[in-house]
Nanobody, 121 residues
């Protein structure tokens, strides 16, 4: 059974630099896309950053220069280093992976449960 689990987040002061982590557990054949999404209060879910394949990285405009996404293939993990946080970054952050479990060999979308990041003094 494949699962995606996030950690990190919480209450952060403006200007803070939290790091979110996400790991996929279970028997995994390959991971094709790793990404972080977020959903702020009263807003649609939006993609913050994504890694496609080994090295194609894309960021939402407001994340460029402040956030860094990275992956550790050996740990089936993806990270989001966030810097210079602003109150507007307050949201539930979701980890997303498009991966093929060994059991099915079929690329499938997996989502984490979400982790709350609140930026406030």
């Amino acid at each position: 059974q494949v699962q995606v689990v996030e950690s990190g987040g919480g209450l952060v002061e403006p200007g803070g630099s939290p790091r979110l982590s996400c790991a996929a557990t279970g028997d995994i054949l390959s991971i094709y896309v790793m990404a972080w999404y977020r959903q702020g209060p009263g807003k649609e879910r939006e993609v913050v950053a994504k890694i496609i394949g080994e090295s194609s990285i894309k960021y939402m405009d407001s994340a460029k220069g402040r956030f860094t996404i990275s992956r550790d293939n050996a740990k089936n993990s993806v990270y989001l280093q966030m810097n210079s946080l602003e109150p507007e970054d307050t949201a539930i952050y979701y980890c997303y992976m498009h991966l093929a479990p060994i059991a099915t060999v079929t690329p499938t979308d997996f989502w984490g449960q979400g982790t709350q990041v609140t930026v406030s003094s």
